[in-house]
């Protein structure tokens, strides 16, 4: 079966740290992946999405940004964390191909900045 | 703006009665997604519902989808405090491989 790691699960930053999340997939090869962001009672802001190693394509032009090392790992991160920043972070994946959109989400990451 | 937008924002009822939500939506769509989300946890998906399709059904769950009208409705019966979290509808444009998440509705179940 597939799973889904994130972390860490929550973490306090100042303002101008820098900042790194990590999300891990096991059980499938070749996953899409996102990044959304999520403000307290909000919906889901898609942040990042990515289609393969070193592919990346931004949807909200900003001071993160995303990487995608090897096949199911995905990274986000700033130089220099705002205010504006903080949120609940959520990595995702879904399956590359086929008729199936499903998402499947990780369990989040909340970010403080202060 | 959003693809998806839930109607109502938040609903309040009591446990074993029913819960109806709605999400409509602009443009052309893949299928249409409903997930929840417990407080401070990462959301799971409930049920897929392609665009060819006009219901379907899920356990105590009922999605129906006017393709004419750009909406669909979520459906839990008989409601239990467990259910008590956010409902967010998802749209997979045709042709597209990213969903767009609604703002979602709160939907709380008295015990």
């Known amino acids: 079966s597939q799973t889904i790691h994130q972390w860490p699960a929550t973490l306090v930053q100042p303002v101008g740290s820098p900042l790194s999340l990590e999300c891990t997939v096991e059980g499938t090869s070749n996953p899409n992946l996102y990044w959304y962001r999520q403000a307290a009672g909000r919906g889901l802001q898609l942040l990042f999405y990515s289609v393969g190693i070193g592919q990346i394509s931004s949807e909200v032009p900003q001071n993160l940004s995303a990487s995608r090392p090897q096949d199911r790992q995905f990274i986000l991160s700033s130089k220099k964390l705002l205010l504006s920043d903080s949120g609940f972070y959520l990595c995702?994946?879904?399956?590359?191909?086929?008729?199936?959109?499903?998402?499947?989400f990780g369990p989040g990451t909340r970010l403080t900045v202060t | 703006s959003q693809q998806g937008e839930e109607d109502p924002q938040a609903l309040s009822i009591q446990e074993g009665e029913n819960a109806t939500m709605n999400c409509s939506y602009k443009t052309s769509i893949n299928n249409l997604q409903w997930y929840r989300q417990n407080s401070g946890r990462g959301l799971v998906h409930l049920i897929l519902i392609r665009s060819n399709e006009r219901e379907k059904h899920s356990g105590r769950l009922r999605v129906t989808l006017d393709t004419s009208k750009k909406s669909s409705s979520l459906l839990i019966t008989a409601s239990r405090a467990a259910d008590t979290a956010s409902y967010f509808c998802a749209t997979a444009t045709t042709g597209g491989f990213k969903t767009i998440f609604g703002a979602g509705t709160r939907l709380f179940v008295k015990a």
């Open positions: 995702a994946w879904s399956r590359f191909q086929g008729p199936s959109y499903e998402q499947y």
